[in-house]
């Protein structure tokens, strides 16, 4: 059952074992215990007794993966009534659902080694979720002030310390994996099978952002290789029994594999915040020399100018998201938060080449945005993406009539995205 979730068993096998069973008991339990509940209401006779039967099999499994005894007898003893006496099924169930429900509850009591909260079901919608490795990183989209793929004259590099010439500002960059003081055993594992991955996605460029901690204002390197958009993720205890890092929520499953879980803004707020000012100090030290080196070496540079996006969302998070994923791919970004403030934007800036527009907005929802924009000639000449939790086909074809170049849903898939816009801008 290891291989479910791409860890090799024999490598820390009392730490994996721990984590990714208490994850399986708080996802794949509470699930087979649902779908038990739809089994018992909505099937009967002969339908009942073969699904009930497969549904007990699951529990069995599980309860010898977890090596919880009070599942396996519950589902031995009603897999054994149910051959001998198959007529009555719907009794037969009700009492193993009572009953491993019963023996379910119990485990997540005793199961609270490190914290009476876990498992966590962290909803994603004012965050940036990104995995590098086995990690997995959320930081809370206010304190992101931008996102941006800086020119050459912005970066300083002085003493093996680097900033970011933002805004009239000189401010310190950090690198995330620079930051980590605490290595999970799980990285190891699994960093190595990525290594190809890593090394392909060095050869593009890679997006800063820009963070505002209280009155300190720095630059992060985020080193992204997926961006997250699953509206919930559910974190549960790491389950090992060393002191940890407070940065550190726990672990959780995503593609079927265990990721540890790090805050980020609790991570720069224990290891920035005593060398930031500093950093800015030294900043402003070198700031002269260094921009008027940059700015020679990059006269002598020609660059091709990238095609620029809009994005339209009223979740500041989703504009991230979708920012970081077009800047890895060398797009120019500009955003709005609804179909009013894109209006201005387009008139403002005649570069744009696309639009990516969410639906749901206020002021100005997409539709409406996609109809105003019809009364432009100059405006209905810029192709228009529709990216949207509305998933049905009626908003899908008014879309379309309205104009729309492609309709994508959310959580869209990043390569079929990137794939799709490299074909409309050219």
Known sequence: MFSEFGIQQNIYPNFVQTAASKMMLTTEVAQALEQLEVILAHSQGDELVEQLTKEIEVFLELGEYLQLSELIAIAQTTLASLKASPQVAQTLGRLALTGLRAAYEENLKSDRTHSSTYPLKLTTSKLLVWANGCTVFILNSDSVQETLIPEADQIIDSRQKRFLHWREKIIPTYQLSELISY?????????????????????????????????????LEPQIESLITEPELVIKSLG?????????????????????VID???????????????????????????????????????QAKEATILV????????????????????????????????????????????????????????????????????????VVMLSTCNTNKHRQLAMQLGATNYFTKPYIEQEFLAALKVIVR
């Open 240 to 260: 090992v029994d060393i002191e940890l890092p407070s940065y550190i929520c726990g672990c959780t499953l995503w593609k079927e594999r265990l990721f540890q």
């Open 312 to 383: 339209v969302d009223d979740s500041k998070s989703v504009r991230h998201l979708i920012s970081l994923t077009l800047q890895k791919a060398g797009y120019k970004i500009v955003q709005a938060q609804d179909g009013k403030e894109a209006i201005a934007k387009l008139q403002q800036n005649p570069n744009i080449q696309l639009v990516i527009c969410d639906i749901e907005m206020p002021n100005m929802n997409g539709f409406e945005f996609l109809s105003h924009r019809l009364q432009n000639p100059l405006l209905a000449k810029i192709p």
């Open 264 to 302: 980020v803004n609790t991570l720069l707020s224990q290891v920035i915040n005593h060398t930031a000012k500093l950093d800015n100090l030294a900043g402003k030290a070198i700031f002269s020399k260094a921009v008027a080196d940059n700015k020679k070496i990059t006269s002598a540079m020609t």
């Open 183 to 219: 290595t999970n055993p799980l990285l190891e594992t699994t960093s190595r099978q990525d290594a190809t991955l890593i090394c392909e996605s060095k050869n593009q460029p890679e997006p800063m952002l820009v963070i505002s901690k209280g009155q300190q204002t720095l630059a």
